[in-house]
T-cell receptor, first 112, second 114 residues
Framework: SQQGEEDPQALSIQEGENATMNCSYKTSINNLQWYRQNSGRGLVHLILIRSNEREKHSGRLRVTLDTSKKSSSLLITASRAADTASYFCATDAEAAGNKLTFGGGTRVLVKP | SQTIHQWPATLVQPVGSPLSLECTVEGTSNPNLYWYRQAAGRGLQLLFYSVGIGQISSEVPQNLSASRPQDRQFILSSKKLLLSDSGFYLC?????????????FGQGTRLTVV
């Protein structure tokens, strides 16, 4: 079964707006990551946040992690049409042999 | 620098035919290797995970198998394909480091079983 579940499943916004998506997971984790996938392509790593971190930034991306709620959020600020893609969270946990498991993803459409 | 090669990019195979997808990694040693399958518009389902040569865990019962004949080579196979094996297959690697599990993906293989 999937460890992470993203919410919402799909998101449509105007260019310049912020996009926020959430990820919930079930068991204790070592790390949580966010990936981006353009249609029909492989996934590209965006950001990794460790279980002892609460917030991380990378350019226009901001990731938060709340281990008490077993949830994370990805915020894309000042979105651009080129941000149109699917975004996935992934977790690894020692109890699961440290393998990387993914959620169902959020499809983001940024309209110009 | 590290690179990952996955081929072919697309494949159309008849039901009952065999399958072999190959993935190779360059520029690193002892990587963790993964095979995922992605249905259209869905998330990634972990199929196989390997931490070393000959060490492969199967995540879901299925019509597929995996082998790791060399440290940086991961092969996904089937003896007889089913229609339900159609999908987008992704190979990935990550460092053998618990604190840095960033995964690097191949470009994927679109498999259509007809």
């Amino acid at each position: 079964s999937q460890q992470g579940e993203e919410d919402p499943q799909a998101l449509s916004i105007q260019e310049g707006e912020n996009a926020t998506m959430n990820c919930s997971y079930k068991t204790s984790i070592n790390n949580l990551q966010w990936y981006r996938q353009n249609s029909g392509r492989g996934l590209v790593h965006l950001i990794l946040i460790r279980s002892n971190e609460r917030e991380k930034h990378s350019g226009r991306l901001r990731v938060t992690l709340d281990t008490s709620k077993k949830s994370s959020s990805l915020l894309i600020t000042a979105s651009r049409a080129a941000d149109t893609a699917s975004y996935f969270c992934a977790t690894d946990a020692e109890a699961a042999g440290n393998k990387l498991t993914f959620g169902g993803g959020t499809r983001v459409l940024v309209k110009p | 620098s590290q690179t990952i090669h996955q081929w072919p990019a697309t494949l159309v195979q008849p039901v009952g035919s065999p399958l072999s997808l190959e993935c190779t990694v360059e520029g690193t040693s002892n990587p963790n290797l993964y095979w995922y399958r992605q249905a259209a518009g869905r998330g990634l389902q972990l199929l196989f995970y390997s931490v070393g040569i000959g060490q492969i865990s199967s995540e879901v019962p299925q019509n597929l198998s995996a082998s790791r004949p060399q440290d940086r080579q991961f092969i996904l196979s089937s003896k007889k394909l089913l229609l339900s094996d159609s999908g987008f297959y992704l190979c990935a690697w990550s460092p053998l480091d618990r604190d840095n599990t960033e995964a690097f993906f191949g470009q994927g293989t679109r498999l259509t079983v007809v």
